[in-house]
């Protein structure tokens, strides 16, 4: 199983972007989609996560408010919608799954949980 994630780019503080990340491969399930981020020189962080069932979507104190976690289960696809970037919100993002089973809600933002990972894309908020 293959996870890409698109989207990333350079913008000014205040502006918008759009991520997806696709999961691609043959005969597996995911129950759960996640995103994080790596800014730089720092340690990768939760950001957001999407439950498939019921659609029950989870953030980090910093984002909420300001980003959205969508997705197509029928397309394995997640999106991250973010508005009102900040210079703060630079770092490499990466979306994440986990084969096969459930992450409970409350480990959903442990990196651990997470047994597939994409490449990640870059996203710079210029101020």
């Known amino acids: 199983v293959q996870l890409q994630a698109f989207g990333g780019g350079l913008v000014q503080a205040g502006a918008s972007l759009r991520l997806s990340c696709a999961a691609s491969g043959r005969d597996f399930s995911t129950y759960q989609m996640g995103w994080f981020r790596q800014p730089p020189g720092k340690e990768r962080e939760f950001v957001a996560a999407i439950r498939w069932s019921g659609g029950s979507t989870y953030y980090a104190d910093s984002v909420r408010g300001r980003f959205t976690v969508s997705g197509d289960k029928s397309k394995n696809t997640v999106y991250l919608q973010m508005n009102n970037l900040k210079p703060e919100d630079t770092a490499v993002y990466y979306c994440?799954?986990?084969?096969?089973?459930?992450?409970?809600?409350?480990?959903?933002?442990?990196?651990?949980?997470?047994?597939?990972w994409g490449q990640g894309t870059l996203v710079t908020v210029s101020s």
């Open positions: 994440a799954t986990r084969l096969g089973s459930r992450i409970i809600v409350s480990a959903i933002a442990n990196q651990q949980m997470y047994n597939t």
